[in-house]
């Protein structure tokens, strides 16, 4: 089933986006990939690219409802001044660029509990030791830097500045 939640906090709700926004926001050779699919193949990258946005991020206020199917929409949530309703477009935007993710990447979600070996030593008893993810090149910081950047300010501890008269959230998100 795919259903595209419409702002009020559907409980069935899978979907930011529907693939006509998709078709709208991608361009070039992403839009000519996105429309070799299937409609059965748009509809499952979008719950995927939905779900990639959904579960990713620490998103400052509270879900509208615990019956909600999606993090969004959400209370009690202000950026640059404004009260935020229904789907930010920036969610909407993450969302279809991380439906391209889901076309073109092997996996969009982290193996970095996945340990690579880094020596193994075998004599009288098994020595193994790995690689700590930390100290390996941060592919994984900006693998999805994109989504960072659309996002910024929805997600992460909300550290309150002044900013003429109002409140505004920041928040920075650190990813191993």
């Known amino acids: 089933m795919f259903e595209v939640e419409d702002g009020t906090g559907l409980?069935?709700?899978?979907a930011y986006v529907d693939i006509p926004f998709v078709e709208k926001y991608l361009i070039g050779e992403r839009?000519?990939?996105f429309k070799d699919l299937s409609d059965e193949e748009k509809q499952a990258a979008i719950i995927a690219?939905?779900?990639l946005v959904d579960i990713s991020y620490d998103w400052i206020g509270s879900r509208k409802s615990l019956?909600?199917?999606?993090?969004?929409?959400r209370a009690d949530v202000i950026l640059q001044g404004f009260t935020i309703e229904g789907i930010p477009a920036a969610?909407?935007?993450?969302?279809?660029e991380a439906v391209y993710l889901s076309m073109t990447e092997e996996s969009l979600f982290s193996n970095e509990?996945?340990?690579e070996v880094a020596r193994e030593r075998i004599e009288g008893a098994i020595d193994t030791s790995y690689v700590n993810p930390k100290d390996?090149?941060?592919e994984t910081v900006t693998r999805f830097e994109i989504l960072d950047k659309l996002l910024k300010g929805?997600?992460?501890k909300e550290e309150p500045q002044t900013m003429g008269g109002s409140s505004v959230g920041s928040a920075s998100v650190e990813r191993a």
Not at 11 to 14: H, W
Not at 67 to 73: A, K
């Open 154 to 156: 929805l997600y992460g």
């Open 31 to 33: 839009l000519a990939q």
């Open 91 to 96: 969610v909407k935007k993450a969302t279809c």
């Open 67 to 73: 019956e909600q199917g999606l993090n969004w929409p």
């Open 49 to 51: 690219g939905t779900q």
């Open 113 to 115: 509990n996945d340990k």
């Open 136 to 138: 390996k090149v941060k």
């Open 11 to 14: 409980e069935d709700a899978n």
